[in-house]
């Protein structure tokens, strides 16, 4: 066998391991009786070191390195050559005692990050919090950076990002937000979507839903959970779940236009080249992307629920029969500050992550003590959000990232709204009567432009180049900002 | 580390990669959309290779004969150095090309056999069935065996066990088994069975049942599939499966008994000695004894029924309302021969047992090629149940096992009723008011005897030395046919 043939069978394996873990844990999150959660854990860390073994393993090295000199390389080698380089490097950058005990502290941090939380008591997760922050400052020493230590986590997530450009972007985000937040006073009626809907009715809409949606139910499913995932274990074989609330039937409906639409993008990726680079999404940006489109795009398009909406009137006739489509549609679109970053609006999302963008960039370089977060975070949620949390639950202790380790993480949120705006933009020049089709239900145009233009290439473009080559222009902020100005200038008549 | 800990963390790692192997079958049977199978059967061979390496890594064999080498060892380690040994002899003797060539015929053979069961055309599957059976003796030979090949395939599910013994044993059974049979004949009404009963309702009545038995359920789950099964992750995560049928309601509670009495088992192992023989269940024979025992001992005595039974009545009054507990108890005594195994009575269920076993041996030893095998069963079956089969559907191409090279493993079935009957003995002395407790509801103290007689001792004792530890006899069928005597003689006043 060539060297390239011996990096896609390691390769595959590695892939299949991961696979493992996945099924690991959607069982966790779905099914596992609670007391299987302690002996999980010891699997998924054995799978975990099992794949670092075989990601760092003198044989697959070797062969990286007779790649890396071959001068006769395909460009789809090449792809393949330059992202496994890549993740070698990340791979072989951090000691394995260093993973090692970043696995321990985090995972002890989770357990009292979770305590701390229901008791509204930071002091007692504090010192966690502090050695994690430690760590992390090692972890970007570790992964090498340029400017600032922040690059080095946020390339991890978004390969090409760097904190220049985030400030860049976040900085204009929140001048016209700011702005456009400040004319959107006179809120729509909304108090009919919080109305007690049976959970067998919100399911069986929800069911209805994916029906309607463009997907093969023979390699999907639907289930439960805390809180709503996606995971495509591989092309054939990809599970979403939702959450449904008592009190919020829309909730359920968003969660599963969301997850679906990370779920096309992995059933959009090319079966052959599974295992391999050519077959693995780009970014977590990209991924959140491609969520954000069908929940925001698609999902809060006045189109989609021409013609979707009676199907929910029939299905909730008690609370929705004396209301318009114009009243729901308004309804879905109310724009409030509130405290919790996953029930947020459109419009006031990207401030919850450039708070905490902010905060994390401070405590990664000193400019902040983990003592002084509690206060910062009020500080910051006043000047961004223009208001203030009364807990630490729903302030810096509302979030399981940090207790994760995972600092540089958040921004990819934002970023993902703003590549669907981005990608959108070709999408609308392509199909002038897009929200004609959509009104009368067709939905898999949309499925297959997307897997043309961004699904099938797995990793061969950055997500620089992929924003470049659906566009013709760089990624920025600007079709983002713009379609939330022009639809909430609409819906809010100002 | 001294040589027994670094075994027993070895011992442990390949115990948890088991683990999630059941898991990943667990999914595939309950849960996974159906494209996932071919990746899913990928990632199976790639654990089942990992496990193979571990279990005869030279690091594995190093410590082992160290361990082998030394003479202060505790009782428990000298369990676990035996087991090990008699693991590693099975798991060294196999060569992995031999492995290899086993699985892909295998494999292949499971998908003709699926085919031609279909389509009732035994033609399209013998050539498979040739090549396994070829395979089968050369894995006796590699096995090894004293006497008889066989021999070396039941010892693999039975240790201990012999071809001398189960001919002696299957003799005995048989001769008592026909002249019962013969009086068996004033059938009592059973046909308030068969009427349909919503699938909901039976879904309810399962659960109802699982929540009467003495089962913590925050460790269990219970879900569908085609055929039942239960599976033991470890003893904090047991999952077990029932099927329901339209129109034959005990069915699911059959099943749910059965697998119950398996999982019981896995839930009674020590957890400390998780991923050591210690805790391990003994024998495919011993786990059969613990689904049967509930399925049959207390599943279909009297008492169990007289608790139960105003249960069932509620939740099926059309059928039941007018039908006593006696004429139900009767009903699900039913003796009658047919020709799927898996539907037989408790009577004629060790008949279709040994019609394979006496099969099987002819095909190993040459007595009887693939071609003549429709015919071989047709005669069989017509000796052994007094019936002959139409198609070879019902006959030789009624079960999966062949496809999947298992011959040995049918006699298990047959020795879990023995050592039901063979443990219920003692059981009886220990609780003479057994019945009494039973129709009270009290199920906790059976399973408690089972943990106490059986469940804790792992693999500590062989199934030989467990039977007489017991009851103080050795193994025999005497109290198996003395059971079904005096009970369906009953049923059937003779």
């Known amino acids: 066998m060539k060297p390239f043939e011996n990096l896609v069978t390691l390769s595959k394996e590695i892939a299949r391991l991961s696979s493992m873990s996945s099924l690991l844990h959607w069982d966790q999150e779905t099914y596992m009786p609670p007391k299987g959660i302690e002996e999980r854990g010891l699997q998924l860390a054995l799978l975990a070191e099992m794949i670092h073994k075989r990601q760092t393993s003198p044989t697959y090295q070797k062969f990286l390195k007779i790649l890396t ?58 010192p966690y919090l502090k050695k994690i922050i430690a760590l992390v400052r090692q972890k970007a020493k570790y992964l090498k950076y340029k400017n600032h230590p922040y690059d080095a986590l946020i390339d991890f997530h978004e390969p090409g990002m760097t ?11 929140n001048i016209s937000l700011q702005a456009l937040l400040k004319t959107l006073k006179n809120h729509p009626e909304d108090s009919f979507l919080y109305q007690p809907m049976p959970l067998p009715r919100q399911q069986e809409l929800g069911h209805l839903l994916i029906d309607l949606l463009p997907i093969d139910k023979s390699l999907f499913r639907l289930d439960e959970s805390a809180h709503p995932f996606s995971l495509g274990l591989h092309p054939q074989d990809i599970r979403i779940t939702t959450r449904i609330l008592p009190n919020s039937f829309t909730s359920n409906l968003f969660a599963i236009l969301h997850e679906c639409g990370h779920a096309f993008y992995e059933m959009g990726l090319v079966q052959k080249y599974y295992g391999t680079p050519l077959g693995e999404t780009l970014s977590l940006g990209i991924h959140e992307s491609q969520s954000r489109w069908w929940e925001t795009k698609i999902g809060k398009s006045k189109a989609f629920w021409q013609f979707f909406y009676p199907y929910v009137q029939k299905a909730f006739p008690e609370a929705l029969r004396n209301i318009s489509l114009d009243a729901f549609y308004a309804a879905i679109h109310v724009v409030k500050p509130s405290h919790i970053r996953i029930e947020a609006d459109e419009v006031t999302y990207s401030l919850h992550i450039m708070l905490r963008y902010e905060l994390e960039k401070d405590l990664l370089t000193r400019k902040l003590d983990v003592e002084e977060l509690p206060d910062a975070w009020r500080e910051k949620s006043r000047t961004l959000l223009g208001i203030t949390p009364s807990t630490d639950r729903e302030g810096c202790l509302q979030d399981i990232h940090w207790s994760m380790g995972e600092l540089g993480y958040f921004p990819t949120y934002v970023l993902g ?23 009368n239900g067709d939905l898999s145009f949309i499925r297959s432009w997307l897997q043309r233009h961004i699904h ?37 008549h100002v």
């Not at 904190?163 to 985000?173: C, G, H, P, V, W």
């Not at 709204?417 to 009104?439: M, T």
């Open 69 to 126: 000199r071959s001068k006769k390389l395909t460009l789809n080698e090449k792809v393949c050559l330059r992202e496994w380089n890549r993740d070698l490097e990340k791979n072989t950058l951090l000691p394995t005692s260093f993973v090692k005990e970043f696995s321990k502290v985090t995972s002890q941090a989770i357990h009292a990050w979770s305590r701390a939380k229901k008791e509204d008591d930071f002091a007692t997760f504090s």
């Open 417 to 439: 709204n703003l590549y669907a705006s981005h990608f959108f933009c070709r999408f609308e020049k392509d199909f002038p009567q897009w929200e004609h089709k959509i009104a």
């Open 163 to 173: 904190t220049e450009k985030l400030d860049e972007i976040f900085s204009a985000i």
């Open 456 to 492: 099938k290439w797995g990793k061969k473009y950055s997500p620089e180049e992929l924003a470049k080559k659906v566009t013709g222009k760089p990624l920025s902020e600007a079709a983002y900002v713009l379609y939330l100005q022009e639809k909430y200038s609409k819906v809010y």
